[in-house]
Every structure is written in C-alpha cells, then in structure tokens.
C-alpha cells in the first residue's frame, strides 16, 4: 500500500469518526444547546424555561356571552392558550343581549369585574352568564309616589325597568308622597297594597297606583254673635254649607264676614290664620262674639238700696260703688231701683233716665247712669 493510499484512508476514517460522533451527539442532545433541568440542592427540580402552562376559559350559566384577553382568548371561539410562566392575562366577559354577567370562577378570580390570572400552571377559569328578564314599572293614578327594589335596579321616580338574572327574587317597594296614598299593586302576579315580589322567570310589567288624598274641612261656629265664613276656592258657605272636601294640598283660605251686631273673635283648629292648608280632615272653629256695650250705674246718696237690670248683664268690672254691666250692643235693658229698708229711692239721672219709676235704655253706646238713696 503506498502512502497516498493510506493517506486516504486515515482521511476517510476521520470522516467517518465525525460523522458518528455527530449521530451520537444527536441522540444524546449537545450539551451546548440541550435545554436542560438543573438540580438545586435546596429546592429540586426548576421550571423549564421554554415551558408553557395552558390557560382555558369555560363558559356556564343560561346565559350567552364572550370572553376575550388582550392576546390569545377570545371566547366565543379560542377559549385556550398557551402562556408563558408568569404571564399576566387579564380576561374580560362581554354579555350578550338577553343576558348578563353573573361571576367569575377559578383561577384566583370572583365577583363580576375583571379576571386577572397569572399563569404558574394549568388554568381553568369558569365565566358565568344568565339569562336576563326585564322587570317595568308604570305608575298610574291622580297621585304620586316612588318604587324602589330589592335587589337594587329599579328607583322609580326616574329609573322604572330594570333586567334581572333568571331566578332572582325581586321585592318592590311603594312610598306615596305627603298628599298622596298608594291604592295597589296590578300586574307581574302583584296585588293589595304590601310589597310587591317578583321572581325573575319571564318579562313582568306591574303597576303601582297612587291616588291623590282628599283634605275634608269641616266649619263650626261658635259664640254669641253670629257671621258667615267662606272658603277660597268656593266650596264652604258658612252659613249652610260648612263642609267640603277638596283634593290633598289644596290651598284653603277661610275669610269672615260678622253679621250685624257681632264682631270676629277667632280661629281654632288647624287653621289659626290662613291659608289654611291641613291633611286629611280639618276641623276648624271660628268664633263670633256680639257687639257689646256697658252700662255704668253709680249709687249715689245717704241710703242704701239694689239696682237690677232685665236683662242680666255680664259683669265687666270689679263690684264697687260703680257697677259695670255688658250687654250686646242694641239691647232693650230695663233698670230698677229697690231701697233697703230705712232708706228710700229719690230717683235717676243720665243715660236720658229721670224721676223714681223704671229706667229704660236702649243701649247703642256705653251709658252712665246714677241711683240716688237717701234715708227713708
């Protein structure tokens, strides 16, 4: 063999040596590229770093809805994706119509605002959807008043329909306002005039009516004088008329008119000074009293002796040597004088009155008079 010869095959040997060292680097992984699993003393086996963790999303509920992340989940149609480890995924479920998002569940997250995962294993994250059913509420009636709800969602007033999840129990509230009662329930399966409960398997409407109160006033007269009383807007002519029914907050003014010889004392009740505006019933009183005039009689004289008058007068001064007596104005009022014994009557002076018989006045104005005794 010559040495060319051999030279060519220690050539072909070395290529034949590499190539088998290639194939048995290639089965066994080249330990300058092979993505290995360190082994720590302290904590065992690490994550591979070209490992991913798998996150899926399911959905449940009666409900129809998507769910969607900034990258890889839109669910609907992909609801799994490969993340790295440590990923940060933040899920977010759109409703469909007809439905509403109920909750989260797994993967760390709860309630019904976003869902952030981050990703250390295989995940499985449930979004739940149900089905929704409009609750409407319509006021009716003269009156007015507001429903509330419980569970929150209807504040009517301005907010009167609200869809709720299929199953929920919903209780209606009634508040008629201040001049207002609440008549009933109609609709939805509600009735009467206690709270209203609705459980959310179909479409309700219901219907609150609230009537408008009424406010009665009643007039009584009372007092030795007499006048008429009416009443703005028209409905009492005191008088006859002394009660009348109008719708709750209407402005009442009662006025006064005296009749001739009484004069206006005054109000009592609700309505002290008007407007008169009172709830429910009104029972007003208001006084007449008749003009009045006093008669002045002084005893005069050395004896002694009694003056009495017909009518009787009311007493409008402490007893004394001047008596004050009070009659309505206008009043025919006879006055006789009886001596004691031992003295006797010698006659009378002013208010147009002379000599010892009976003194009549007619008593337009305040009068004096004077009863003379002297000793018998």
């Known amino acids: 063999m010559t040495r060319s010869t051999r030279s060519s ?52 509920g009666d409900g129809a809805g998507t769910v969607s992340s900034p990258a890889g989940i839109a669910c ?37 605002g976003a869902c952030v995962v981050t990703v250390g294993a295989p995940t499985t994250v449930t979004a739940t959807f149900a089905r929704t059913h409009a609750l409407v509420v319509t006021r009716a009636g003269t009156g007015d008043g507001a429903v509330t709800s419980t569970p929150p969602g209807i504040d009517c007033g301005g907010d009167c329909d609200e869809a709720y999840a299929t199953g929920t129990t919903v209780t209606l509230v009634a508040a008629p306002d201040a001049i207002s009662t609440f008549a009933g329930w109609s609709g939805g399966g509600c009735s009467g ?11 309700r409407d ?10 009665t006033v009643n007039v009584t007269k009372v007092g030795d004088g007499d006048g008429l009383v009416r009443s703005t807007p028209p409905g009492i002519t005191c008088g006859s008329d002394c009660t009348e029914v109008y719708p709750a907050g209407t402005d009442v003014s009662l006025s006064v008119l005296p009749a001739a010889g009484s004069t206006f004392e005054s109000w009592s009740g609700p309505c002290a000074s008007a407007p008169c505006i009172p709830m429910g019933i009104a029972n007003v009183v208001v006084e007449f009293r008749q003009v009045r005039a006093a008669i002045q009689i002084t005893r005069a004289g050395a004896g002694q002796g ?18 004050c007596l009070e009659f309505p104005r206008g009043t025919t009022v006879s006055l006789t004088a009886t001596p004691d014994p031992g003295s006797r009557f010698t006659g009378w002076s002013g208010a147009g009155c002379s000599g010892v018989g009976t003194c009549t006045i007619n008593l337009t104005s305040t009068a004096a008079v004077t009863a003379t005794f002297e000793p018998a």
């Not at 005039?193 to 479409?203: F, K, L, P, R």
């Not at 219901?206 to 406010?215: E, K, M, Q, Y």
């Open 9 to 60: 095959r220690a050539r072909w040997c070395g290529v034949a040596i590499a190539a088998a060292v290639a194939v048995a680097v290639a089965a066994c992984g080249d330990p300058s590229t092979r993505a290995v699993t360190p082994t720590d003393a302290a904590t065992g086996p690490q994550v591979d770093a070209a490992a991913t963790f798998a996150l899926t999303v399911l959905r449940d």
């Open 76 to 112: 609907g149609g992909v609801c799994t994706a490969e993340f790295a480890p440590g990923a940060i995924v933040t899920l977010t479920a759109q409703a469909a119509p007809g439905s509403m998002f109920v909750r989260w569940s797994g993967g760390g997250c709860a309630g019904d």
């Open 193 to 203: 005039t206690g709270d209203c409960v609705v459980v959310a398997v179909a479409a």
């Open 206 to 215: 219901v219907r609150a009516t609230f009537d408008r109160g009424t406010l």
């Open 306 to 323: 009694t003056v009495a008058t017909d009518p009787v007068g009311a007493p409008c001064g402490p007893p004394g040597s001047v008596y």
